[in-house]
């Protein structure tokens, strides 16, 4: 196995889950799913009821009324990319249902989509009525250096080379154009309490820690990793802020009181201690002015 954030050759088993294992870079602290996903599996993946289901879709319904912590981060983005360019076209890869790509147009953006699952490209569609691309983003059939603004809202943890994504972005960006990366940061509070419990238990105790690593997500992040990946795929990150967990993920199915309680503090503790669950590059397109 080599690295697909530094390229390093030294990587160890750090959890052995049911579904998988989660291997660690030695020299970046990126984490990897081993084995990942067939594309027979990740079709299955994004297809599957229990996965549009979850609560992180359910913000749609709330966008309207521009409420919901998704939204909240969703407009901070803009208002961080307005800082970079003008709006001018924006490509939202792993669109979704279309929620940010709504509030991009209401910022002035012409945006589109790249959408892996039908069944969000035709949520998008219906209640939005946005260009969406349906498929593999490495196939989507744009144009090179049109776009202004390439955004990635949870995406990078999921796809299975985030190199070559990456690389397809820098093609399409024009020149200057800016890059948004959202995605987890595995240095979290939240992720020390999940290693401390498993440690603690004679590694028995895996229930926080396969709740921390998704079984649709292949990448696992910390903030040096991000940084080193996005520098060697030719970009340079302006900003970088940690955000809090979306704890309505974790939480969608009916918890006791504590568990709920818990991890309202454990997010609040983690932000107050700089060590947030997620994080945002910002990024620019190396080369520009
Ligand atoms: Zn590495």
Known sequence: MTCASCGGGSLVRR????PFDVYECRDCGLRVRHPLPTPTELTAMYEADAYHASAYFQDGRT???????????????LDDLARMTAPGRLLD????????????????????????STRHVAAAKERYSLEVWQGDFLQAPFEPGVFNAITMWDLLEH????????????????????????TIDTTSLFNMAGDALYRASGRRAVRAIELLYDGRHNYFFTRNSLHRLLDGSGFTVKRWRGDRA????????????????????????????????????????????
Do not use: H
């Open 93 to 116: 890869v792993g669109c979704g249902n279309g929620v940010f790509l709504d509030l991009a147009r209401e910022a002035g953006w012409e945006g589109s989509g790249v959408e892996f």
């Open 159 to 182: 796809v299975v080379d985030p190199i070559a994504v990456l690389q397809k972005a820098r093609q399409l960006l024009a020149p200057g154009g800016a890059l948004l990366v959202f």
């Open 63 to 77: 966008a309207a009324r521009g409420v919901g912590p998704e939204i909240a981060i969703y407009r901070r983005g």
């Open 15 to 18: 959890y052995a889950l049911r």
């Open 246 to 289: 979306y704890l309505g993920r974790w939480l969608s199915e009916p918890a006791p009181w504590y568990l709920v309680a818990g991890g309202m503090v454990l997010d609040r503790l983690s932000f107050a201690l700089q060590r947030p669950y997620r994080q945002t590059a910002i990024c620019q397109l190396d080369g520009a002015s």
